[in-house]
């Protein structure tokens, strides 16, 4: 993986076939999170809580009444309360905001999903693109905190300790101690590398944005 | 992109009426610092400083106050912050 850097305009990164996979993996299920139809041909799934997910949709049975708050607190990240002291505000806003911005967000990810599936080694974001670009990241992002169960900085701190113990443990051929989970250490260490991947994205001025 | 006009609609009249809602963003572990900073210089038209200033804020006391006006006005901004995967909510300015 090659991180975003400007050539000709545009923000340019590289990623090899199975990094593509992976990431397209989980953009596809955080569609399918906010109700996306499947992306592709065959849904894939690459979050632990698959057999979550209907749960996580039966909001969508009632989208003809007032929508109601996202139990799931990954969805709810995506979709957060925009009044938390005040019920009536709150629900008036999603009432009035909420097919709006699961439809800006899944274009959105859909858009990153065809990207990454294209058959490209290098990934060329255009200008107009990059925001749009890291907001879907942010959103990628976001439901696999929630996953990790990020509520902190000081969350995200441990999660860096953890992730360096386990590839500390790995390099010496033994086994973190205590132990660390490895499915929170798969999903850790893809939450870093799509940071990583914003970061770059975010960094890189072209056309004189700074 | 065409978002500071709506920001303040009366600045410049010289008459400040009392603006009696808020838009807030809150901190939270997963928005980069470098991504908020351009979002808030992309939507609310701010120059980089003044954006860092607030990313600032946010950071370090949780919240800050991004823009103050009507309610219809703070929704469109609220919308506008978690279109981008901030944290934002509305509130009366009075607490």
Known sequence: MRAFAERDGAAVAALDEEERLVIARIVADVGLLLGAESFGSEPHSTLPHREDLAESLRFLDGVEDDPVEPEDPALLRLLPNAAPRDREVADEFRRLTQEDLRATKIARLRRLWDDLSAEATEWVVPTEQVMPMAAALTDVRLVVASRLALASDEDAEALH?????????????????????????????????????QESLVSVRLGGTA | MGTQERLDPQAGVGTRVREPWVTVVWNDPVNLMSYVTRVFQEYFGLARHEAEARMREVHEKGRSVLSSGSREQMEIHVQAMHGYGLWATLERSDG
């Open chain 1, 161 to 197: 300790a953890e992730i360096a113990r386990a590839a500390e443990a790995a390099e010496q051929g033994t086994e973190a101690e205590p132990p660390v989970d490895p499915e929170r250490l798969w999903l850790g260490m893809l939450y870093d590398a799509l940071t990583w991947l």
